[in-house]
């Protein structure tokens, strides 16, 4: 379908990144126009600008920035973005009716994305790797990335050979650099690499510093131990399991969960992936740790068992989404953290506010489904007592918040 043209006045900036005009026909969405411009609008991509700049437009540092589908601020200044991104958390707590304060936003430097998913696709001509294109399921080639660490962007042409040596059509790349190396995990590959593409998938991994090549959840080549530090303990990640993606968000998220559960002595660290609070919290607290991902959980207690230094951790499997804890069994119970997916913690987050656990802290990518599950605590006797902002996915339209939440005191 083809866009009708059209001349907007730009008057503020949405959830999205993109400048919203209010038009006769309800408001117009105007991907990468900031406000004060006025715009001619035709199609998809760059409008066609008509005014002056707003004075808080910038040169995007990335050339792939309007073809790319992951960045959608990179034309923003800093101030212009620092405020947008904490606007979308202050806009998802005032459409639950919680007009509370939220702390500025905390930064994390470009190049600092330790995590990445990239597609590789067979086509003419050889193997396409990079991103989606916008609004599309078209790929492009990568070239630059201005958000990944540079031990990730330098390896994109050892990581295109990776696929080269599988079979699949189109194959998933999840990268994660660890101190022993990038640790691959490709799926989607088709079959198993013959002996030939197993040696020379050996030959690509030490020629480009690469820890472990997993391959539709097998193991095929480990050089080395693709362990992280976390609360002093050692953890090797599942392959292409969940890992915070910037390290330096995670030690402010880390920090400000310790932070609020200081005083407790026994804590509850719900949704727990692979222990990324589990073993900071350890440090002072016995800890339940509880996830429906096996395999996380299992490399949380292999984790925990060569671990020094820590208070007792129990694990347990299970889907806090359908199962959730019940007061009775959160009795005893100082703090709770909870750190679910984009979907939220509503059914947890409903027995909690049912509980007398004094300190709840919620971890979220999400700020709509924070909003509502902090409406419920909220209304199930809790004060909200900060919320903090957390630019972990930087240029993106996501960003992650720490809310936490304590009982008042008869």
């Not at 994390?108 to 609004?135: D, M, T």
């Not at 599988?166 to 101190?179: C, F, Q, S, W």
């Not at 539709?216 to 002093?232: H, N, Q, V, W």
Request: proline share 7%; charged share 25%.
């Amino acid at each position: 379908m083809t866009t009708r043209a059209q001349e907007v006045d730009i008057a503020r900036l949405g959830a999205q990144g993109d400048g919203i005009a209010d038009t006769a026909d309800g408001p117009r969405y105007v991907p990468f126009a900031l406000p004060g411009e006025r715009v001619r609008v035709s199609g998809p991509g760059f409008p066609e600008l008509l005014s002056a700049p707003n004075p808080e437009r910038r040169e995007p540092p990335c050339r792939h920035f309007g073809t790319c589908g992951g960045c959608v601020a990179q034309h923003m200044s800093e101030p212009l973005y620092e405020s947008w991104k904490r606007g979308i958390v202050v806009e998802a707590l005032r459409q639950h009716g919680l007009d509370v304060g939220v702390a500025p936003l905390r930064r994390v430097a470009p190049g600092s994305r330790r995590r990445a998913v990239l597609k590789a696709r067979r086509e003419r001509g050889g193997i396409v790797l990079g991103y989606h294109r916008r609004r599309s399921d078209e790929l492009f080639v990568v070239e630059e990335c201005p958000v990944l660490q540079p031990a990730i962007v330098s390896r994109l042409a050892g990581l295109r050979a990776i696929a080269t040596q599988l079979a699949g059509r189109e194959i998933r790349l999840t990268v994660l650099t660890t101190p022993a190396g990038l640790d691959v995990t490709a799926n989607g590959a088709g079959a198993r690499p013959d002996a030939r593409a197993s040696a020379e998938l050996a030959r690509l991994a030490a020629g480009h510093g690469i820890a472990r090549i997993c391959i539709d959840g097998e193991t095929i080549i480990e050089r080395a131990r693709p362990a992280l530090t976390m609360g002093g303990a050692g953890v090797e990640p599942p392959p292409g399991g969940f890992v915070q993606a910037v390290a330096e968000a995670e030690a402010e998220m880390v920090q400000l969960v310790v932070t609020a559960a200081a005083k407790a002595k026994r804590v509850a660290d719900l949704f727990c992936g692979i222990g990324t609070f589990t073993f900071p919290l350890a440090r002072r607290a016995r800890t339940l740790a509880v996830d429906d991902n096996e395999e996380a959980v299992a490399a949380l207690a292999a984790a925990a068992r060569h671990a020094q230094g820590l208070k007792p951790i129990e694990t347990k499997v299970r889907d806090l989404f359908r199962i959730p804890l019940s007061p009775r069994e959160l009795e005893g119970f100082d703090a709770v953290v909870l750190d679910p997916a984009r979907s939220g913690a509503e059914a947890q987050a409903q027995q909690l506010a049912r509980s007398h656990v004094p300190v709840a802290i919620c971890v979220s990518c999400n700020p709509g489904t924070l909003a509502r599950d902090a409406r419920i605590l909220l209304d199930g006797g809790y004060v909200l007592e900060s919320v903090t902002p957390i630019d972990q996915f930087l240029f993106s339209a996501h960003v992650e918040a720490i809310a936490v939440f304590r009982r008042e005191r008869n």
